[in-house]
């Protein structure tokens, strides 16, 4: 019988038919090619199951399922593979040629990682820079500092081992969105210094309309819940780091409030983010963007909103 690839690349998706396809040729155009492409399906009632089934590729599988959720779907795709590595891609986003190879690299010659996160950049729904990023991360995080601030920001940056994942207890399908930061904060705690930047831009994180991050609400219903996990796990670390990650994922609902237009909202948001943690919150240049975006969207013409805005992007870049 012969041995599994080295890498599973499990991709979820969900009603994705406009993005499905690229996000599939990203992955199967790595330069690093021991690997199969587990796409799946959560299913959508548009072609996305079509549209992955019809390129033909040895190293892709296609799987649909009834709807349930990524969290599921991701657990369902994780236990349909046997390679030692894992790759999460959702199926909106995009990698760049060369992620497989770095992650691999590096998890190969570091046996004190577990878990391997580049940085991204966002794209829209067009698949454009918005000028935004994850934060520069370099070296390994630790529990306290990837709750206080996720800078590894989505899972499609993520590379990882196996047995580590199932050591740590595997994804937690009760979550909606946060099952990704969960499992990562799991890993973090039962092997302090496991988890690692790759400080290049690698991944490519699609924010478009009606995603799950764009349904503030149930973000924070599902960031409690995390809180409240990671509270049972290390009760002293999150004592201490809680009103930082408060204050720092509320910027974060901020941003989803005002992508929505909901600018009253995300300033009333963003407000609460200064109130979690005044220091932290006065000393990250992030929410003076996001305040300045959320300011001209609600008080000034539409045309002096776009112009500050992209000026607050320009600074973020610099």
Known sequence: MPAPPRVAIV????????????????????????????VVDDGSTDDTPQIAGAIAD???????????????????GIALTQAHYLALLDGDDLWSPTKLERHVQFLDAHPEADLTFSWSRIIDEHGRDTGLASRHWNGPISFDELLADNVIGNGSASVLRRDALTAAGGIDPAF????????????????????????????????????????????????????????????????????????????????????AGDYAKSVRTLAGSLACAPKTFLADRRNYQMGAAALSGLLLPARLHGYITRAALRVARA
Do not use: C
Not at 13 to 27: L, Q, T
Not at 228 to 254: C, G, I, T, W, Y
């Open 11 to 38: 991709m979820t998706a969900y009603n994705v038919a406009d993005y499905i396809g690229a996000a599939i040729e990203s992955a199967l155009a790595q330069t690093f090619s021991d690997f199969e492409l587990l």
């Open 58 to 76: 040895a190293r892709l599988r296609v799987v649909r399922s009834p709807h349930r959720g990524a969290a599921a779907q991701l657990r369902e």
């Open 176 to 259: 909606s969105a946060y099952y990704d930061l969960d499992a990562w904060l799991r890993m973090a705690a039962r092997r302090p210094g496991s988890l690692w930047a790759i400080p290049e831009f690698l991944t490519f994180y699609r924010r478009r309309a009606g995603q799950l991050t764009s349904d503030v609400p149930a973000l924070e219903q599902d960031f409690d819940r995390l809180i409240r996990k990671a509270h049972d796990l290390a009760p002293r670390v999150v004592a201490q780091v809680e009103k930082q990650a408060r204050s720092n994922m509320r910027r974060f609902f901020a941003y989803g409030w005002y992508q």
